[in-house]
């Protein structure tokens, strides 16, 4: 707990500093709070929405809720900021798999062609 309590603080001294809410946002994931999460990733991008590695992250956390369609968007918003980064290109793959189809993704990436 001691690590949401430091993410807290420095979110109080510095609330307009998008990275420290970004900084948030990744503890809350570590802790296991994904709600929390998904907020402290949408204050560091109302704060900085060029921010591509809080988009990724973003669309994990809403990836995992099932919430597919706000995860593509987030990740595809990812790739325009930062073309580099590949393995939000990967994921938004993944989110756009077929439901039928996610468990042989799951149990081998080979089976699928996206």
Known sequence: ???????????????NDALVHFN?????E???RPHQAVAAYECALALEPALADAHYNLGGELAAKGQLDE???CYKKAIELNQAAAQAG???????????DRLRVIRGRSTVVV
Do not use: E
């Open 1 to 15: 707990m001691r690590l949401a309590a430091l993410s807290d603080a420095a979110v109080q001294h510095n609330p």
């Open 24 to 28: 948030r946002a990744t503890a809350l």
């Open 30 to 32: 570590d802790l296991g």
């Open 71 to 73: 995860a593509i968007d």
């Open 90 to 100: 990967f994921d938004w793959a993944d989110a756009n798999i077929p439901p039928q």
